[in-house]
């Protein structure tokens, strides 16, 4: 039973060129958590579906933004809320989460706190204790982040996990087996170094100091350990089950 990677958007073309696409950068970071390939299907131009073989669903980030209201994103959020329905396993990563969010009842904005990029401290809240993927967690882990929109009101029932001084919504559960993350697990220090050179102008045109950023850019083996927890908890657990 195939692990879905619905392909949302690229990577920046520097870090294209480097690494590879999101399907790409997934499967690098589950390593040996799942060995049976990754199935990509790009829903900007797939008419968007929910496989009927689905063992798990991975949302990719993009550089789009729901306030497009794009007809893609539309009808993908129908397949994620089918996939919820059905307790198919689903992590919803940068974008990903924020359709996770919209679909599922609340409501994403342009952050008013700014954009976030670069390692960042993250915290884990107290309501995450008995959460099989961050309960574990220290209080603080570090992740590589780049965004700049925001789930601003969550959905009914959802719980949230991480947070960090912009953003309050870092990491939250929506459902039984459906989680979204603001963070990016998938990206290591080589990429979240790509991403900051990618974005050196505007970054430099807000005042930042881009290279002390790439200087303090780093792995954060926590934050990617969420991916291969879902992978091996959920996903092959399903497949096993």
């Known amino acids: 039973m195939p692990l879905y990677v619905l392909v949302t958007g690229d990577p920046t073309p520097l870090v294209r060129g480097m690494r590879g696409d999101f399907t790409q950068l997934f499967s690098d970071a589950l390593g040996g958590a799942w060995r049976d390939g990754l199935v990509a299907v790009d829903v900007r131009t797939a008419a968007p ?33 089918e996939a919820v329905a059905k307790r198919i396993p689903t992590l919803g990563v940068c974008f990903g989460h924020q359709l996770l969010g919209e679909a599922l009842g609340g409501t994403c904005v342009r952050n008013p706190r700014g954009r976030e990029i670069g390692t960042l401290p993250l915290e884990r809240l107290e309501s995450a204790a008995n959460d099989p ?22 959905p009914p029932g959802a719980t ?25 697990p998938e990206i290591d220090r080589e990429v979240m170094c790509g991403y900051l050179e990618s974005r050196r102008p505007v970054l430099s045109d807000e005042g930042r100091d881009v290279d002390a950023m790439i200087e303090g850019a780093r792995e954060t083996p926590l934050a990617r350990g969420i991916l291969r927890t879902f992978v091996e908890r959920f996903v092959a657990g399903r497949a096993r089950g």
């Open 49 to 81: 579906e929910l496989p009927a073989d689905a063992n798990g669903l991975i949302v990719t980030g993009s550089s789009s933004h729901l306030a497009e209201r794009a007809p893609w994103m539309l009808s993908t959020q129908a397949v994620l809320r």
């Open 133 to 154: 993927l961050f309960g574990e967690l220290p209080g603080v882990f570090e992740a590589n982040v780049t965004h700049l929109d925001t789930v601003a009101t969550l």
């Open 160 to 184: 949230i996990l991480a947070r960090s001084p912009l953003e309050s919504h870092h990491a939250v559960r929506f459902g039984e087996v459906c989680w979204g993350v603001q963070f990016h």
